[in-house]
Each structure stands twice: as structure tokens, then as C-alpha cells.
């Protein structure tokens, strides 16, 4: 274990080591040509300025809030409870696993690694699929079905009485939750892509950080849940129930069509602040 551990440190500093700053003029280019955009003005340097009409202008648009104000916008809060509520469930199949499989339907310890390591290779498959299918039809509507898609497996999870069972619902639960700490930070950047850089690392942060109360909480619960009852059915409706309500404020969230169009309108009515156009991402 220390042996795996120490590989696990030395892997993560080094692709930590690896992440670089996008360089500042790419910014400022970028800005330029989205705020050239709205105002109706094509600048190519030495060239001619050109006044474009209104109906050529980009179909979405996005407030320049600030870090404060997008804290108070409603794709956000939604956002936040459906990571907040989730996340007392989506750990809790990963930690009790080894448990179940050991003294529930009595397989060996390599058999319950086996299981998961399974999750863990599915999930790896899951994040590079979802990540084709999202650019296709969309990160929100993507990470819904995943959900979805957990909530099933962790409802089955209970009834596996075999190895063979028990692998398969490892696989597609894997497979899956994949999506869970992938998809929302591509889910957010279409809401709020208009905003600063140093604003949207804050805004995943917060999302991530607001995780912390359910990943310690929710496999606790569950294990103390196993410890009255004596078996996991409690412990996967506790699961199922703490997903399905972060589901629903999932699927509560305006699309972000419907936001960018609602701050377009607050602009035009003289109640929004600057506008930046911003390329738009389906979700």
C-alpha cells in the first residue's frame, strides 16, 4: 500500500507539473474579438472597420459578472445543490464496495479488487465516451443520463449474489459516474464562458468544494445504515434518493440558451451590465 501510494504521489505532482497558463495576449485577443463582436464591429489589424447589423450578432449572449454576482444566478445555485446532494451518494458505492462483496456474497479479496478495478477502468472508458457524446448532443443533457444511469446500478446493487452480477453492475456504474466529476465544469463554462479565467477556476473550485460535506458524510451514513439493518438495501435507497434529488436540480437548470437570452434582455432593458458575445456550446 505505502508502494502504491508513493506511485500515486509521484503521478499526480508530475502531471500537476504539466499544467500551464494559457499566455495573456491569447486572452486579450480573445476578449477583443468577443467584444468586437457584440458592438457590431469586424476589426481585422490594417484592415477596414466594418458595422455589422444586429440580426448577424451571435444567437447567445452572457453578462461580465463578477465572482459575487454569478454566486446569486440561478444555473449556478442549481449547479451547486446538485453537486452538493450527490455527493452524498456518489462515493458511497466506491467505499462499501469491498464490504459487500467480502461478507455479503462471500468472494474472495481478489475478487472484490477485481470489482474494483473494474469500476475504475470503466470509468476511465466512460469520461473519454461521454466526452464524445457530450460535444454531440450537449454536457447537461449527457450528465443527466449518466446520473440517470448511476441511480439504476446503485438501486441494483443490493440484489448481486455472485461475482458475475456484481462485475456487471461495476462496469456500467463505472462506466457512468465517469461523468460525475468530468461533465459539470464543461456544464458551467457555457453558462458563464464570458466571465474572466480567474473567475471560472474560482466558480469549478466552489463546485468541488461544496462537495466536501457529502463525500464524508455519505459513506458514513451508509455504513451506519448497514451496521442497524445488516444489509445495504438501506444504504442504496439513502444512495439512490441523495442522487435523485441532485438529479432534480440537474434537470431543473435553465438551459443556457434560455439564460444568455434572459441576460440579453436584461441589457437591452438598461438592468444588465457589459456584454460579451461568447461561442456558444450545446448543454
Known amino acids: 500500500m505505502r508502494i502504491q501510494a508513493l ?35 469586424g476589426e481585422i489589424e490594417g484592415g477596414d472597420q466594418q458595422q455589422q447589423t444586429s440580426n ?10 463578477s465572482f459575487i454576482k454569478v454566486l446569486k444566478t440561478s444555473p449556478y445555485i442549481h449547479l451547486l445543490l446538485f453537486k452538493f446532494c450527490s455527493a452524498f451518494g456518489y462515493l458511497n458505492f466506491f467505499v462499501h464496495l469491498p464490504v459487500f462483496a467480502i461478507e455479503d456474497i462471500e ?3 481478489s ?26 448532443v450537449g454536457a447537461k443533457k449527457t450528465l443527466v443520463l449518466s446520473m440517470s444511469g448511476v441511480i439504476c446500478c ?4 443490493p440484489t448481486c449474489k455472485s461475482l458475475y452480477p456484481l462485475a456487471l453492475i461495476c ?30 477556476h474560482r466558480l469549478i473550485g466552489m463546485t468541488f468544494l461544496v462537495e466536501t460535506a457529502g463525500a464524508l458524510l455519505g459513506p458514513y451514513i451508509t455504513g451506519v445504515l448497514y451496521e442497524v439493518r445488516g444489509n445495504y438495501w ?20 435553465e438551459s443556457h440558451e434560455v439564460f444568455h437570452e434572459r441576460r440579453r434582455k436584461e441589457f437591452e432593458s438598461g438592468e444588465g451590465e457589459v456584454v460579451e458575445g461568447v461561442e456558444m456550446q450545446k448543454v
Request: proline fraction near 6%; charge should be positive.
Open 7 to 41: 506511485v500515486c504521489l509521484v503521478v499526480v505532482v508530475f502531471a500537476s507539473s504539466l499544467i500551464r497558463r494559457p499566455p495573456p495576449s491569447s486572452s486579450a485577443e480573445t476578449n477583443a474579438e468577443m467584444k468586437a463582436e457584440v458592438v457590431g464591429v
Open 234 to 253: 438501506y444504504g442504496s435507497w439513502f444512495t439512490c434518493g441523495m442522487l435523485g434529488v441532485g438529479l432534480f436540480f440537474l434537470w431543473r437548470m
Open 154 to 157: 446503485v438501486a441494483l446493487w
Open 56 to 65: 448577424n450578432q451571435p444567437k447567445s449572449f452572457t453578462q461580465t459578472l
Open 171 to 200: 462496469t456500467t456504474f463505472g462506466f457512468f459516474a465517469g461523468a460525475f466529476p468530468s461533465l459539470p465544469p464543461t456544464v458551467l463554462s457555457s453558462y458563464y464562458g464570458g466571465t474572466s479565467p480567474d473567475s471560472i
Open 107 to 109: 468472494l474472495s479479496a
Open 111 to 136: 475478487s472484490s479488487a477485481f470489482c474494483l478495478a473494474l469500476v475504475g477502468a470503466a470509468s476511465l472508458c466512460g469520461r473519454i465516451l461521454l466526452g464524445i457524446v457530450a460535444d454531440r
